[in-house]
Every structure is written in structure tokens, then in C-alpha cells.
């Protein structure tokens, strides 16, 4: 068992300080949320922000079985070896992601195969493109998502409040600037996958930089069943 430790191990923190960061981390999109909803409305109507909120709530719908349920147990093998055996995080990581985008990527290749027929369900067949975007936003949100939740696994509060600062700031000026230019629901939310994209990248250089270098005594795919238990 590795007992090696570096600065994304799990990190020590006073519940104070865990707690007024997790309450920043949940402001904060509250607070972007209002400020979008306003501009879409204010400037755009009531249509394409009924879009937009549509959208939205169909692809938050979807997340559901795309996300697999692997957010929590991610998060707590992260929490407990990143305490007792930091070295291998990285395997917990790559084991878990990769289960995470088998199922993200079904749902999202099935929502975009499908975007026609979902519209005419819906007796609106505009929402064919907001659908066939919806599918890139289930990918963007649950891959975002999974990588965050692993992060606040090692208590990595700060760290997950500033990535998610710049992917809302990005998402209010992308907003911003589709208004301007008088775009549609589709590219508003297109603008919003852009600002998801930013977000995983960043997480996803910072998670391959700095967590603990992978103990060779590891089992390959012994977390697997971990997992899935």
C-alpha cells in the first residue's frame, strides 16, 4: 500500500473552512444562472429563453441514467485512499471516468440520433437542434461534473470554487455576446458547452499534473469491482 503523499492528496482543512467554500461553490451558480436568465429574457424574449430553460431541464433529465450514479462513490474512494493511499488515485480516476463515458456517451449518442423523433413528440420540431446541442451538453456536464465531485472528494474545495468561477464567468460573457449578436436558443447553449469544455480541460491538466504518482504494487482493475459494488 502506498503511503506517498503530495499536495493533491487529500487535503486537511477545518469544517469552517470546508464549509464556507462549499457554500461559495454553491452561490456561485445561483447567482450566473440569474444573471443569464435575465440577459436571455430581458433581451432575447420569452421564446428563445423558454428554449433555452427547455433544453436545459431535457438534458438535465438525461444526465440521470448518463451519469451512472458514479458520482458519490468516485468521490468517497477519492476521500479514503486519498487519506491512507494517495498512489492510487490515478487508477481510481481512470477506472471510474472510463465507466463514467461508457454510459455518457450512450445517452448522448442516442439523444442525438434521436433529436427528430424527440421533437415531434413534443409536436415542435424547432427543438430538433436545441435537442441534437442538448446532447453535447449531457457529455460536457457529466464529464465536468465527475471530474469536480472527484476534486471535492479530496476536499479540494478552493481549487473546484476557482475552475468553476471561470467556466460561469465564460458562460455569462458567451451569453452576453450571443445576445449581442442576436443569436438563437441553440447557439446559447452551444456558447454554454464552450464554457463546460474550458472547465474540463483545465480540471483534466490539473488532475494528470498533480495527483500522486501511481504505486506500482496496484492490481490492475482492482477498483472495478469497488465501484460496482
Excluded at 70 to 87: F, M
Aim: proline share 4%.
Amino acid at each position: 500500500m502506498s503511503t506517498q503523499r503530495t499536495d493533491w492528496s487529500y487535503q486537511e482543512s477545518s469544517l469552517g473552512q470546508s464549509f464556507l467554500w462549499s457554500l461559495a461553490i454553491t452561490a456561485l451558480p445561483v447567482a450566473a444562472g440569474f444573471v443569464i436568465s435575465w440577459v436571455i429574457a430581458r433581451w432575447l424574449g420569452p421564446t428563445v429563453s423558454g428554449t433555452v430553460s427547455w433544453g436545459m431541464s431535457f438534458a438535465t433529465i438525461l444526465l440521470i441514467p448518463a451519469k451512472f450514479g458514479l458520482d458519490l462513490s468516485a468521490s468517497q474512494l477519492a476521500s479514503e485512499y486519498g487519506v491512507k493511499a494517495p498512489g492510487q488515485l490515478r487508477a481510481i480516476l481512470r477506472t471510474s471516468m472510463n465507466l463514467r463515458l461508457a454510459f455518457t456517451l450512450v445517452v448522448s449518442i442516442l439523444s442525438l440520433l434521436f433529436a427528430g423523433p424527440t421533437a415531434r413528440f413534443f409536436k415542435d420540431t424547432s427543438l430538433t437542434v436545441p435537442i441534437r446541442v442538448g446532447a453535447l451538453i449531457v457529455f460536457c456536464t457529466s464529464l465536468y461534473e465527475f471530474q469536480e465531485n472527484y476534486l471535492i472528494g479530496l476536499n479540494r474545495f478552493q481549487t473546484v470554487y476557482k475552475i468553476r468561477s471561470i467556466r460561469l464567468s465564460l458562460r455569462v460573457l458567451f451569453t452576453c455576446v450571443l445576445v449581442a449578436l442576436g443569436t438563437g436558443a441553440a447557439a446559447i447553449l452551444s456558447g454554454y458547452c464552450a464554457a463546460w469544455l474550458v472547465g474540463i480541460a483545465l480540471f483534466g491538466v490539473m488532475l494528470y499534473r498533480f495527483l500522486p504518482a501511481p504505486d506500482p504494487a496496484l492490481i490492475p482493475g482492482g477498483h472495478m469491482k469497488t465501484l460496482l459494488r
